[in-house]
């Protein structure tokens, strides 16, 4: 991410003070983390097809939506809040490919590259996202973990480190984890 110290160390005051109640604290985040949360959408959004009709900013408005109707979250930093916001957009994605998924009974899902996050090693080059999000539904059935750890590094796009602090674990946990779960899903995709 790119925030520097100071704003950083800002953000998270700022997610302190609106777990705390203070609603301006969420108006006042918005200007500092809107940069990174279009960092965010739009990597969730490039492997799209041409003429997707979800654009970048208006999935951006819907997590933030969401992201504002958050009650009781305990915010514990900003590495928090944007893996929140990425699982908050993999959710709007999946819910958008299935609603144009049963307006055109089973026409064109949406599709997203894989291989360009290194998330998998396929013959085919991008992945449904229903299937994606089917495959890491049973992932976190079987290790939820792992499951967070691709969503916060492949949707988000935290780093290790980043990923270590959102999940209080260590980064050799986050490696292992992504590891063993980018291997899992190249099994349950091809399939």
Same mark, same amino acid.
């Given at each position: 991410?790119?925030?520097?110290?100071?704003?950083?160390?800002?953000?998270?005051?700022?997610? /302190? @003070?609106?777990?705390?109640?203070?609603?301006?604290?969420?108006?006042?985040? #918005?200007? &500092?983390?809107?940069? =990174? *949360?279009?960092?965010?959408?739009?990597?969730?959004?490039?492997?799209?097809?041409?003429?997707?009709?979800?654009?970048?900013?208006?999935?951006?408005?819907?997590?933030?939506?969401?992201?504002?109707?958050?009650?009781?979250?305990?915010?514990?930093?900003?590495?928090?809040?944007?893996?929140?916001?990425?699982?908050?957009?993999?959710?709007?994605?999946?819910?958008?490919? /299935? @609603?144009?998924?049963?307006?055109?009974?089973?026409?064109?899902?949406?599709? #997203?590259? &894989?291989?360009?996050? =290194? *998330?998998?090693?396929?013959?085919?080059?991008?992945?449904?996202?229903?299937?994606?999000?089917?495959?890491?539904?049973?992932?976190?059935?079987?290790?939820?973990?792992?499951?967070?750890?691709?969503?916060?590094?492949?949707?988000?796009?935290?780093?290790?480190?980043?990923?270590?602090?959102?999940?209080?674990?260590?980064?050799?946990?986050?490696?292992?984890?992504?590891?063993? @779960?980018?291997?899992?899903?190249?099994?349950?995709?091809?399939?």
């Amino acid at each position: 991410m790119a925030n520097s110290p100071t704003q950083a160390h800002e953000i998270s005051l700022m997610l /302190r @003070a609106w777990s705390d109640g203070d609603t301006q604290a969420l108006n006042n985040l #918005l200007p &500092l983390v809107y940069d =990174e *949360l279009h960092r965010q959408a739009h990597r969730c959004l490039r492997h799209e097809r041409t003429g997707h009709t979800l654009q970048t900013t208006d999935l951006i408005h819907e997590a933030y939506l969401k992201l504002a109707a958050q009650a009781g979250v305990e915010w514990e930093n900003r590495a928090h809040f944007f893996a929140l916001s990425a699982q908050l957009m993999r959710h709007i994605l999946v819910d958008y490919a /299935r @609603a144009k998924h049963r307006a055109k009974r089973g026409g064109e899902a949406l599709r #997203l590259s &894989l291989s360009k996050a =290194e *998330l998998v090693a396929t013959e085919e080059s991008d992945v449904d996202l229903l299937a994606l999000d089917e495959a890491l539904t049973r992932l976190a059935a079987i290790d939820e973990q792992q499951s967070r750890v691709v969503e916060m590094r492949y949707l988000g796009g935290l780093d290790i480190e980043e990923t270590a602090a959102a999940l209080g674990i260590s980064s050799a946990t986050v490696k292992r984890d992504w590891t063993t @779960a980018k291997a899992w899903l190249g099994r349950e995709l091809r399939r």
